[in-house]
Structure formats: C-alpha cells, structure tokens
C-alpha cells in the first residue's frame, strides 16, 4: 500500500519502542505484556505519537492546529510512560499488581475461573429454556429472517432479511453465466494466503523455497502461483512453471502456473495480498507481484454491505513471455531483486521527492 502514498511517514518499528501489549485485538486477552525497548528509534524514525505531532506543526498555517493536538494527545501533560499506565490500569492486571510490579515481571497471565467446568455449555440454556435465557438477537430467538435488516434497510433488495441467491447487482457482474463471462470466463479463487499474512512475511527466504509458495520463472523471479485444473490447462497450452497473466478489464497479474487436479475446472486460484511490483499502473495495469487485488471488483460486497471483494470474480488466463515483457517494459524488469527475499525496497525509494 505504500506505493500508492503520497508521503510515508518513518513510524517506529515495535522493536524502537517501549508499550504494553496483549495477545489479542479484539478486546479479549489471556496475557497482558510489557515490551521493552529494543533498539533506540533509527534514523528518522518516530512514535505514532510524535508523528502526529509534526504533522501538526506542518499545518500551523490553518492556526493553532499543533496546540490543539498537542493538549489532547498529551492530556495535560501526560507522558508515554503515562499512556501506558493508563492502558495497564484498564487491562484488569492492575487488581493484582502495581503498574511497577508489571514493568519488573513484564508480564500477567489471567487464570482460568475456578468454576469454568460449571458454566453452562454452549447455548444449553437457550435450549433448555429460551423465554429465562434469550439471544442476542432483537427477537431473542434464532432468526432465519433477519428482524434488524427488515427494520435498518426496508428498501435493500439484495441483502433482504432472507438468505436468497443473487444472481447480480450492486455493481456486481461476475457470474459464470452472465455476458462478461464470454470474454473472461473464469472465476478466481483466492483465499488469505498460506505462507504469508497478507502481504506481511512475502519477503521470508526460508518461506520462498517452499514449492507452492512462489514459482520461479525463468527470468529468476518468484511469481505467484496459479493453480489451473489440467482440463483448462490442456485447452490453454499451459502447464507447470510457465508465467501466465490473469486479467479482466480492470487490468491484469502475473503467477505462476501450477497443474492440479486439485482446482476445479473453470476455476484458477491465486492467493491475494502479494507485495504489489506493478509493471504498469492504474487502471487496465499490469501487476508482476501477482497483487490480484488490484484487479478485484471496486464494488463493495453490496450497498449496505462494505465488504471487499476479493474471491469468486470473474478472469481469463493466458500465457505470457516474460522475455517479451522485459523488453517492452525494461525499467519494471530491471529493478532492484534478490532471488531470495523478492523486490528489494530501494527500487521504489525516490530520494528527494
């Protein structure tokens, strides 16, 4: 995502700075944490915090903006240290320990409740009597018409109270039956990847080795594979370790092909969230990564629905020459790579911009 920035700010790394942590976002946890600071901060480096702060002073010109900030985020005088001990005093820790005592063991594992094999299982009350122990849902009971869609979007059509099929709409043209289907009829899957988190760790060198995680091309680059069923491989002339393109009207990838019976035939499969290494941008743009997000719908899932669509849309397939690219397109094939790890950074790095 950072290509497609206009300024990138040098945030701290977690190993630059000193805060407490848990082993979960989602505002459940089995252990609070202190980490250490490892390194001090390189370079330019600096706290969300502080970044924010100068972000302040280069917008004074609008007046004040910086005195604002500052008083808010720092609370009348509030240190970092201060902000983490505000956090560690709403992390439950703080009835067993004092925020000092914290920093000394640098941990607190909650325990378990000693009467946790006398809770009731699961929804055995809901069972057992659902008038005393009701749902969560508006009704209380479990609904198969949806009471809160009915009630917030009377008018959504697509995502109704009921579960239905939908065959199109909402920006949504991507079934196998439909017009666009003759010019690109595949649908893709593609799935959270299995050797990375998203685009994190795509850089692994161990992770590179493993046969599925890249296909090597035969320019040396990693590309991501594409599994393809052996009856469409056979049609399109392709099989294992060729470089082919996926692509639509929004623009088109590079992966590697993998033959597989373990794809279906009209189907190809493609991780998403590789790191993108565009050949050329924008719209009707070619990716070399394999990001296929970038050629995923612009719809959200629907209207009242505001999720991304990554999976089930419709491609075509077709084999490349990576030669032919090369020469067509030098300065995207000459940036910096390591056989290893992938695109180096500094092939995107413009200094002095």
């Known amino acids: 995502d950072c290509l497609f920035a206009d300024i990138l700010l040098p945030v701290n790394t977690k190993f630059e700075e000193e805060d407490i942590g848990t082993d979960s976002d989602n505002g459940m946890w089995n252990v609070v944490y202190y980490e250490q600071q490892a390194i001090k901060s390189r370079f330019e480096s600096k706290s969300d915090l502080e970044c924010v702060e ?196 929004r623009g088109g990838v590079l992966g590697g092909v993998i033959v597989s019976e373990r794809i279906m035939p009209g189907v190809v499969y493609q991780d998403h969230g590789a790191r993108v290494d565009s050949i050329v941008t924008g719209r009707g743009g070619l990716d070399r990564g394999g990001a296929n997000n970038l050629i995923a719908p612009s719809a959200t899932t629907s209207k009242n629905a505001h999720g991304e669509v990554t999976s089930g849309f419709l491609v075509n397939i077709e084999k490349a020459d990576v030669f032919q690219l090369a020469e067509q397109y030098p300065e995207a094939f000459g940036r910096s790579y390591d056989s290893a790890s992938g695109v180096v950074v500094d092939a995107y790095i413009v200094e002095g911009a």
Request: charged fraction near 30%.
């Open 54 to 249: 100068e972000v302040a002073k280069k917008l004074e010109q609008f007046g004040g903006i910086y005195e604002n900030v500052h008083a808010r985020m720092m609370d009348d005088g509030m240190s970092h240290e201060d902000f983490m001990r505000a956090g560690f005093e709403n992390t439950g820790a703080a009835k067993e320990m004092t925020f000092e005592q914290f920093k000394e063991k640098q941990y607190y594992p909650f325990p378990t409740r000693e009467d946790y094999d006398e809770l009731p299982a699961g929804l055995s009350q809901f069972y057992e009597d659902p008038e005393a122990h009701p749902l969560s849902t508006p009704s209380g009971k479990l609904e198969y018409y949806s009471t809160a869609l009915a009630d917030i979007f009377p008018d959504d059509v697509i995502r109704g109270p009921i579960p239905k099929w939908v065959e199109d709409g909402d920006g949504h043209y991507e079934r196998i039956d439909s017009k666009r289907a003759r010019t690109y009829p595949f649908l893709i899957v593609s799935n959270h990847p299995r050797w990375r988190v998203h685009a994190n760790h795509d850089d692994m060198t161990w992770l590179r080795e493993i046969e599925t995680c890249k296909v090597v091309g035969p320019d040396g680059y990693g590309y991501e594979p594409i599994w393809v069923n052996p009856i469409d491989a056979g049609k399109l002339g392709l099989k294992s370790g060729d470089i082919a393109k996926l692509y639509n009207e």
